[in-house]
């Protein structure tokens, strides 16, 4: 149980590590305001989504920090802030069907799409808080079918299907020991 328990612990640490470093160093992005696409930003969310739901909530709000301390806009930190959403449902999911889910071309490619669905709504909720004034920040000028559906609900689909096929990518990659370390961490 104590071996469990650091594993669980140590694989928490390392992909919050990567969550919080990857929008700090990342030097493939693009910040058109309320979007913003860093490449791999949700690829530790996803690999810890993969895990267990509490190690996915866990990389998502050190995802969060991350984007805070790189010195992006509030309404990015709080859309980074929504992938807690995404990330515990999509978690929650795969117990138990990870293996199935992922080794199917099919069923990974419709359970990502669901998933960027569900990330997408959270985003255009939170950005919609900002558009509409009824949290404080910053105005846009831009409509909102542009500035919110485009931008933000689009983009974020695309973004978090290309993150999710990286993320897979690494997972196969590694074959039957990540297999073994879900099993032991969940």
Request: charged fraction near 10%; charge should be positive; aromatic fraction near 14%.
């Amino acid at each position: 149980m104590k071996q469990t328990n650091t594993l669980r612990l140590t694989t928490t640490a390392l992909l919050t590590a990567i969550a919080i470093a990857i929008p700090m160093v990342m030097p493939i992005r693009v910040l058109i305001e309320p979007a913003s696409f860093t490449l791999a930003s949700h690829v530790p969310i996803f690999f810890a989504m993969f895990l267990s739901p509490k190690i996915a909530v866990a990389v998502s709000l050190g995802s969060a920090f991350g984007f805070l301390l790189a010195g992006f806009p509030i309404v990015v930190t709080m859309r980074a802030m929504s992938h807690v959403v995404f990330a515990l449902l999509g978690a929650l999911y795969l117990s138990g069907k990870r293996e199935e889910i992922l080794s199917s071309p099919f069923k990974s490619q419709l359970f990502s799409f669901v998933i960027a669905m569900i990330h997408a709504l959270a985003e255009v909720l939170i950005v919609s808080l900002f558009f509409f004034g009824l949290i404080d920040g910053p105005g846009y000028q831009d409509g909102f079918f542009y500035a919110v559906f485009l931008l933000v609900g689009v983009g974020t689909v695309i973004h978090s299907m290309v993150d999710f096929f990286l993320a897979q990518f690494i997972w196969q990659s590694l074959g039957k020991r990540m297999t073994q370390i879900a099993q032991r961490v969940y």
